[in-house]
């Protein structure tokens, strides 16, 4: 996943995209932290910690894209797009009950999180 479609699920989770401002001076970050591992946010205001942010290559970063798509009510949408997706890696396992192996496929936190990035795309 690259830094485009980071910046849009952050965005689209609803928190912000946290970008460096060069200009921020020590005094600007509070609590005098250090200036190597922490930085001002040139889009909100706010010191945050420069590794921050999410990689959506966590559980955690899949649960919240999922509860996203809940909540906007575009869960269906997204599960349609999945299943209209060809990769290999999704055709390949077909068994008894295809949705066995769909399930297990999707759940899977790099490859959904890039989904819901390409689902939203497409969307755009
Ligand atoms: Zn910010």
């Known amino acids: 996943m690259n830094d485009n479609d ?5 965005e689209w989770l609803g928190e912000c995209w ?22 001002i946010c040139a889009n909100c205001g706010e010191p945050f910690l420069k590794q921050q942010g999410h990689t959506f290559t ?10 996203r798509l809940v909540e906007l009510g575009r ?34 936190p790099e490859r959904f999180c890039q989904l819901v990035a390409d689902f939203l795309k497409e969307g755009e």
């Open 18 to 39: 946290h970008e460096e401002d060069a200009n921020a001076t020590a005094q600007q970050i509070r609590d005098q932290r250090d200036r190597a591992i922490w930085a």
């Open 75 to 108: 869960w269906e949408g997204f599960i349609e797009y999945c299943l209209d997706q060809d990769g290999d890696d999704f055709h390949k396992d077909i068994t008894v009950n295809p949705w066995f192996d769909i399930i297990k496929w999707l759940i899977n």
């Open 58 to 67: 966590t559980p955690d970063d899949m649960m919240a894209c999922k509860d």
């Open 6 to 10: 980071r910046k849009r699920l952050t």
